[in-house]
Structures are given as structure tokens and as C-alpha cells.
């Protein structure tokens, strides 16, 4: 994949581009500030952009403003945005454009250099990626959920993270059988309309909890 990484901090600049040239993609382009990454994404056109949220000069919400605008100019642009910490309100406004192509993680997942490669390539396919810590938070704001049984509460935080049935009956331990199950229950009780679509399913669960 050609990626384009905007990150001011050298250390994790540095280790993002060793570790994803290590498995074979391109870094067409790194940029260390916010106003650097639209012209840089429009120039290049990447696969997938990797945006910390808070870069120079003002280290607010540089990145995130960037994400936006460039979602707008390029529309469908897969992104990966970067976070020390959790800040809801950037996440409820990025995936207020739309979940696809979309994702969102702790820069502490970073090290977790699988997890992040399948988040990345995910993205990439138009799918979603979304830190645990972030679901939980943004889960822990909606009242509806109480309707939801703990194990149901369970699938529909991984199911926010984008996994597929599959993976979410390995994490739990349960059978795909009993996935099915639970998501058909949670998806009355939500409201929201079912579907075979894995993508769609996603974006219907993140476009309640960011209602």
C-alpha cells in the first residue's frame, strides 16, 4: 500500500515507517505539521493516510481538522487517525462523516504491531478500526444500551471495532451460531436495521453510538 504518515513526534514517525516498509508498503510522503497534510494527500492520492490528532503549530486538533477536510476533497480517503489519548468528541466528529474507510486508535496499539497492520489493511478496504477504549467510551454514553444483556454488550463493542462474526465468536469463545444470535437480539433492541453486509452492519452500530 502507499501510505502517507503525519506525525511530529520522531520516535513513533520513525518506528511507523521501519515497521510498514518492513512489510512491504510505501511511505510516498511524512509530514510533521497540519497544514503539510492536505496538499501532501492531495498530491499523492495514498492507499491510506496514518494522522496523529494533535500536531503544530497550535497541537489541538490539527490532524483531525486535516482528516475532515481531506475526507471531503477526496471522498472515500481510507484514514487512520492517532490519539495519546481518548477524546471522544474527535472521534464522535470523524465518524460523524461516515465509518468506512475510517479508523481510530491509542497510539499505545501501535506496539501491537499485528493488531495494528489489520487494522491498517481494514481501513484501507473500506472497513473500520476502532480502539476498544474508544468504543467502551462512546458506549458508556448511551442509556439504550442498558437493554442489552452483558454478553450483548460484549459482541457490540467488537462488533463497533469491525470484526467480523468469526473473530468476535474466537474472542468470546462462543460459537458463530450463538454471534448470530446475539447480534439479531442487539440490532432489535437498537433499532437498527439488519443486514448482510458486514460494512453497513458496522456503520448502523457507529452511527448510534455517535447519535
Known sequence: MRIVIAEDNVLLREGLILLLEDVGHEIVAVVGSGPEIVPALLEHRPDVAVLDVRLPPGFRDEGLRAAIEARKLIPGLPLLVLSQYVEESYAAELLGQGASGIGYLLK??????????????????????????????????????????????????????????P?????????????????????????????????????AVLAYLNA
Do not use: Y
Open 108 to 165: 499505545d496499539r501501535v506496539g501491537h504491531i499485528e493488531e495494528f497492520q489489520d487494522a491498517l489493511e481494514r481501513i484501507a478496504a473500506g472497513g473500520t478500526a476502532l480502539d476498544p477504549e474508544v468504543v467502551s467510551q462512546l458506549m458508556s454514553r448511551k442509556d439504550p444500551l442498558d437493554t442489552l444483556s452483558p454478553r450483548e454488550r460484549e459482541v457490540l463493542g467488537l462488533m463497533a471495532q469491525g470484526l467480523d462474526n
Open 167 to 203: 473473530t468476535i465468536a474466537a474472542t468470546l469463545f462462543i460459537t458463530e451460531r450463538s454471534v448470530s444470535k446475539h447480534i439479531g437480539s442487539i440490532l432489535a433492541k437498537l433499532n437498527l436495521p439488519p443486514s448482510d453486509s458486514g460494512s453497513r452492519r458496522v456503520r
